[in-house]
């Protein structure tokens, strides 16, 4: 059973960071795309940036340039590197993992997800 455990998230001011990290278990696909999305209420789920096997990633123009996705070597977990960030940064920040033909940020392909972590960024 895969599991997936989003930790680090919490208040900021505008400006500082944060690094999520996410927890991947019982995923054993070789060929995969792992992204973060976040939310907030009322709002339709939008991708923030996804990573494949081959290290290859993609980011929302939102998000270019202040935010990173990594993994570590051993795959296991994935991380979100968080900078000057904004208060439209805050919302529920979720991982998830897919094994698509193409790594994209729709949110239609990801199969797997975890609980979420809290983002709050004030002015």
Known sequence: ???????????VQAGGSLRLSCT?????????CMGWFRQVPGKEREGVAAIDNDGITSYADSVKGRFTISQDNAKVTLYLQMNNLKPEDTAMYYCAAASPLVCTL?????????????VTVSS
């Open 106 to 118: 729709n949110t239609g392909t990801f199969h797997y997800w975890g609980q979420g972590t809290q």
């Open 1 to 11: 059973q895969v599991q997936m455990v989003e930790s680090g998230g919490g208040s």
């Open 24 to 32: 991947v278990s019982g995923y054993t696909y070789s060929s995969y």
